[in-house]
């Protein structure tokens, strides 16, 4: 997989060989940085997790799939900041290793540098384009299709010995004992999937588990019902089934805004933005209105413009090039360049929030960071000319 990335940098930047190579190392630093730290924080995340599995009644296997699906989500929230990272390392180490002084000698510039970074993060910002748009949410959706279909195959782990269970919608459980036949003693029952909810109360019990059948058989028990008025009515029985296939997880099933996808976004936006209409709802489609509009508002930004903060990062990055290690001052510009590019990817996490609160903060959003982008080229530009007429 590396090679055939290397392959197609050398593709895409037809340049001299010392830049190719800075440009692998940072690529096999990138890659080998968002692997690691991607199934750090997916690790952490599915452990998270696992009450997927323990409270809400869903088999490992939905839980894998569920959990494995949001890997490319957690990779592109964390490509700004390896992206940043990685960049900001590779130059440290040619510059510490003086590899930089090969470009400079071998008639290299810096602005020539710094126009390959620009396109080295066009592939970047594609990349990411391509994740934020069209993969993420469809693999957020899928994932969330497999808890939808799923049903709770994990009934017997959800009765638990002296414990109110309320996994299941609608249905509180406690059980006194059980053993490993699935049979239980001192049972009580609470289902509320009715208008009037009813009481069950059985000595014993045992779950009877089929293809497309879960029934809770009880003996020796006794039925409340209690109806609108708070009357109580009760009778005994000695058997009974209780059909708990019915009955579905607490986990949300619902499609989130982050699932959708971003065609129904935009032409939701239109609507809203341009036609001052909104669309009528069918179900099954985005709920688009005015009360609506912000989050999609923001999430769209999320989506497509966020990732213009990449050509920022890169652009603060690339100031290490106006110093070297031999100079005082070297240590001094690491730290505050980093601390800069750390502060302007806290900001494009805020400004997601900023944009989608009304039309003026969603262009100051788009335009901010390419704004800053001409300030930071055009500063390096003149700082790199005004050092070589210097010298």
């Known amino acids: 997989m590396v090679e055939r990335f290397y392959r197609l940098l050398m593709f895409i930047f037809n340049d001299k060989i010392g830049l190719k190579k800075f440009l692998a190392d940072n690529s096999y630093s990138f890659l080998l940085s968002s692997v690691s730290v991607t199934f750090v924080v997916w690790a952490i995340q599915a452990v998270n997790n696992l009450d997927i599995v323990s409270e809400d009644g869903h088999s490992f296997l939905i839980y894998f799939y569920y959990t494995s699906l949001a890997l490319p989500k957690i990779f592109s929230d964390l490509l700004p900041v390896i992206f940043f990272t990685t960049l900001f390392y590779t130059i440290i180490k040619y510059e510490n290793n003086n590899e930089l002084k090969i470009f400079w000698i071998n008639g290299i510039s810096k602005i020539q540098f710094y126009n390959l970074i620009l396109k080295y993060t066009v592939l970047f910002f594609f990349i990411q384009i391509l994740l934020t748009t069209l993969l993420v949410p469809y693999l957020q959706n899928k994932g969330k299709s497999y808890i939808k279909e799923s049903k709770l195959d994990f009934f017997p782990s959800l009765f638990q010995q002296k414990k109110f269970i309320d996994t299941v919608d609608r249905l509180t459980i406690f ?49 409340i019902n209690i109806n609108k008025f708070k009357k109580v009515t009760s009778f005994n029985f000695e058997k009974t089934d209780f059909d708990l296939s019915k009955f579905l997880t607490k986990t949300t099933t619902y499609t989130k805004l982050q699932e959708r996808k971003t065609s129904e976004l935009l032409m939701c936006a239109h609507s809203i933005l341009i036609k001052k209409e909104p669309p009528k709802n069918k179900k099954g489609t985005l709920n688009c209105n005015y009360e609506s509009i912000k989050e999609i508002m923001s999430e769209t930004y999320k989506r497509i413009f966020k990732p213009l903060y990449l050509f920022l990062l890169s652009s603060i990055v690339i100031f290490l090039l106006t110093s070297n290690n031999e100079e005082g001052k070297f240590k001094k510009l690491k730290l505050f360049i980093f601390s800069f590019g750390i502060f302007f990817i806290i900001l494009s996490e805020i400004s997601v929030d900023y944009s989608g609160k009304n039309n003026i903060n969603l262009l100051v959003s788009i335009f901010f960071p390419l704004i800053i982008f001409l300030v930071l080229y055009s500063l390096f530009y003149k700082r790199i000319n005004y050092g070589n007429n210097k010298k």
């Open 175 to 223: 059980i006194e004992t059980k053993n490993s036949n699935n049979e239980f003693t001192n049972i009580y029952l609470k289902d509320e999937t009715e208008d009037e909810p009813r009481i069950i109360i059985a000595k014993r019990g045992q779950l009877l588990i089929s293809d497309d059948k879960k029934i809770l058989r009880l003996l020796n028990g006794l039925y």
